[in-house]
């Protein structure tokens, strides 16, 4: 198997598991359609690319100085979390009806990943196999094979979404739809804090 081909394989199955990311692009996709929903995939992938590279160049190394910063991504990661969740289960099932500024965007998606413990794991254990000499042409052929992974593992969940929209038209589905959403990631938050 090429380094490449490696890359890439460990890319996808980091990237297209369920998590966090992926469950608000499935959200964003079922709300508001797939192009819309691309804001928070653009956001959620760069913001990963860029937590990647950095820690390919030493950031793990910062962070194993002070662990308190560590925990303090966590527990800012597990209060993002459970904002999320009561914001799907307190939707009211009405697409695409939402604010402006509850659409998906580029920052959340970019500060989500930020913020999960999933891409922080990720990104450690990645470079840790493909650039632990911390050679910046690894780092660089590591983060673009990732970033192209990423990009179409998160859109595949925007455009499940995407392709719930005619089933969740009625509201009484879309709330069912929110709070199985919302339970998934309280879990995950609760998996977080416990963990």
């Not at 891409?119 to 590591?142: N, P, T």
């Not at 094979?145 to 925007?158: G, L, T």
């Amino acid at each position: 198997m090429s380094l490449t081909l490696s890359m890439a394989a460990f890319a996808l199955a980091s990237s297209i598991s369920p998590g966090p990311v992926n469950l608000v692009a499935l959200s964003a996709g079922a709300h508001y359609g797939a192009r819309a929903a691309m804001r928070h995939v653009t956001g959620a992938t760069l913001g990963f690319t860029l937590l990647l590279v950095l820690i390919g160049l030493g950031l793990h190394e910062l962070l194993a100085l002070w662990p308190g910063l560590t925990e303090g991504i966590r527990l800012a990661g597990v209060a993002f979390l459970l904002y999320m969740a009561w914001r799907l289960a307190s939707d009211r099932g009405e697409l695409g009806n939402g604010k402006p500024a509850s659409r998906p965007s580029l920052a959340c998606g970019a500060l989500m990943q930020w913020l999960n413990p999933k891409a922080w794991l990720a990104s450690v254990a990645g470079m840790g196999a493909y650039a632990a000499d911390g050679e910046i042409g690894r780092i660089g052929q590591f983060a673009v094979v990732y970033f192209v992974v990423c990009y179409a593992s998160i859109a595949c969940w925007a455009w499940a979404g995407s392709f719930l929209q005619g089933y969740l038209r009625v509201p009484a589905r879309l709330r069912r739809f929110n709070r199985v959403l919302a339970a998934l990631l309280a879990a995950s938050a609760l998996y977080l804090l416990l963990g």
